[in-house]
């Protein structure tokens, strides 16, 4: 089975924009294209989100649903608590639409959360510490896989999604089918865990999918006969879960008085919490973490674009009418999970010689030269210089050693190519322009060097050159063109491009009345000649009954004249 996130690498078109957004860098440059590292990531959905040609995909579990649907005589939908923030006002619709789509019954997650609170509170009673709450994977994986010590401090209570799978099982026997659908991809992750437990973890926005392909788009605010209610029964308090803060609020008041309780959502604030986490060992913390910024009413499985705020707002508006539900008579002998299956971390550390020699392969030999720009995606050089050497990282990623490059080698043919070259911007100013274009256009009685060159940087063209209708044309119109020009007793050919339309453009001069060009222009004369006559004559043989070999013979002659030898000779 493919991971939850995959990389769709034709559509993949190395921007390096997952890599920037990805809070733990799992993100693997390979033939300059972006993969996920499974071994690495933690499922959070940020390079979904973010990648501008949606190469970053979601694996789509409706297939399993579909498959599970026909396999099992009844199967139950685990529904997590966002969807009052997500499915507004349609409740009852799409309670309808999931049991059409051939489902039992549906269920709420928040039961499971319930069992969770009472457990947590059981837990925190005994004194045992500061814990981390367990509801969010991302935060498990986080942990287990990039701050060790904290992981020690996870809850050993399994997560709302497993208790109530659990929970259905235990009502409805284990022959029972259960699918999540919520806003969550790393719950993908948990459910391919626990497939004892959970057989099928689908997103809201593949739910919606699902139903729109099936039952159309229609079904919302159709007339029933006969309502559908959630089984067992409706959740209470703990519906609350999916926004920060959530779960500390639905423990009330019954919370034990010997903890401090604090929670914090998004991934960076949560890394600088477990980078400091030998700070909260020093009073007992119950700390709840999620990811998702917000909470889970903000995951990537979403399917509104609707403002955070107005989420929240939802979700409290049904929260306030919950009643306090009380699930122990059902709750299951297996709550505790002392292992969360997920493998440790396999960062390496490297020793600053190793990651200086790897600062000295991607071009980075002095202390001006690590400018720490995070166009890579990497916070610093040395980040960048130690995913080189982990080989999630190509020289090709640093965009300031590229342009580096690329201005080296433009400079290399500007200063080397023997025609005055000039490139102006929009104002007619000077960006750039070659030694050669001086010699035709300054009079400078030495040969100009580069302090020379710099000063001619920003200058005003018509210093040099009264013609500038043609560049002023490109800017205009960004045609190709060239024109014959006559200055200071010379004729000159230009070739004018553009480079950026309205903003950059170019010309290449070569002085026509030098001995060398005449002979070369001549020569190409001849062949056009010999090209043009030879059409001609191809065409009215056949009538005529001429032989177009002799004219050939004495237009090749006059191309033959002009020896190669006598080039250079020449010059």
Known sequence: ???????????????????????????????????????????????????????????????????????????????????????????????????????????????????????????????????????????????????????????????????HGRFLRRLYGDDIGVVFIGPCIAKKMEADQYPETVDVALTFKEAASWIEETLGTDTAGMIHDNETDFIPFKAGKAALYPVDGGMIRSMGNSAPPNYRYFNQSGTSQIMDTLCNFAELQKEDYFLELMTCEGGCING?????????????????????????????????????????????????????????????????????????????????????????????AEKEMCVTEMRKIAQHKVSALLHTIPMGVVIVDYEMRIVECNRNFLNLFAEIPFAPDIEVLKRAEGKRLTSFLSETEPFQSLMDRGEIREKIIQINGKVMRGNFFPIQKGRLAGAVFQDITAPAVKREMVVKKAEEVIRKNLESVQQIAGLLGENAAETEIILNSLIDSFEPGEFRRSE
């Not at 701050?147 to 999604?161: N, Y």
């Not at 403002?307 to 709750?331: G, H, N, Q």
């Not at 550390?349 to 030999?365: C, F, V």
């Open 300 to 392: 990537p499985g979403s399917r509104t674009n609707q403002p955070s705020i107005t989420r929240r707002a939802r979700l409290f508006d049904t929260w306030e009418k919950r009643d306090v539900c009380s699930t122990m008579d059902y709750l299951p002998a297996d709550v505790l999970d002392t292992e969360w299956n997920i493998a440790g971390s396999v960062g390496t550390t490297y020793k600053q010689e190793e990651i200086e020699e790897a600062l000295k392969a991607l071009g980075k030999l002095t202390p001006e030269d690590r400018k720490n720009c995070g166009g890579c995606g990497y916070s610093t050089c040395e980040d960048f210089a130690r995913a080189y050497l982990d080989g999630k």
């Open 1 to 163: 089975m493919i991971p939850a996130i995959y990389t769709e690498k034709t559509q993949c078109r190395d921007c390096y924009k997952c890599v920037r957004h990805c809070p733990v860098k799992a993100i693997r440059i390979e033939g300059s294209s972006a993969t996920v590292d499974h071994d690495l990531c933690i499922f959070c959905g940020r390079c979904v989100d973010v990648c501008p040609a949606g190469a970053k995909k979601v694996r789509d579990d409706v297939p399993r649903a579909r498959q599970l649907l026909t396999m099992k005589d009844k199967v139950y939908v685990s529904l997590a608590p966002s969807y009052a923030a997500i499915f507004p006002d349609e409740e009852q619709d799409l309670l309808r639409d999931l049991t059409q789509l051939g489902f039992a019954g549906v269920s709420e997650t928040a039961i499971g959360a319930e069992i969770i609170s009472t457990e947590q509170k059981s837990v925190l009673q005994k004194g045992t510490g500061t814990c981390i709450s367990s509801a969010c994977p991302s935060v498990r994986m986080l942990a287990q896989r990039y701050f060790p010590e904290a992981a020690k401090r996870i809850s050993p209570i399994s997560s709302p999604m497993i208790a």
